[in-house]
Nanobody, 128 residues
């Protein structure tokens, strides 16, 4: 069982930056886990934001955040990060960290159903 705890959310003005952190506890093999970030707004499904694989640390991001958001990981700290720059009001939502016990193929990384473990979420609010 892997427990994920996010932190770093908050209120920021448009154009500002935030850095989200996700720490995995009880994860002996964190370095083998894919890590992903999703976000959700009321009434909507969880939307893929970014993911980073376990092997070479290859990163992926949805088109709307490319060039603004960067996903990274520190296997020694059992942590994943989402650096968010040039934030827009449309980025507002609850951000969730997720991981999978398996070894999902690249094409499945953007789907919430791929992931077994989820954090509790952290609120990000971007004001205009």
């Amino acid at each position: 069982q892997v427990q994920l705890v996010e932190s770093g959310g908050g209120l920021v003005q448009a154009g500002g930056s935030l850095r989200l952190s996700c720490v995995a506890s009880s994860a002996r093999t964190f370095s083998r886990l894919p890590m992903a970030w999703f976000r959700q707004t009321p009434g909507a499904e969880r939307e893929f934001v970014a993911a980073i694989k376990w092997d070479k640390g290859t990163a992926y991001a949805t088109n709307s955040v490319k060039g603004r958001f960067t996903v990274s990981r520190d296997n020694g700290k059992k942590a994943a990060y989402l650096q968010m720059n040039s934030l827009e009001p449309e980025d507002t939502g609850v951000y969730y960290c997720a991981s999978s016990s398996g070894s999902p193929i690249t094409s499945s990384l953007a789907y919430a159903s791929t992931y077994d473990y989820w954090g509790q979420g952290t609120q990000v609010t971007v004001s205009s």
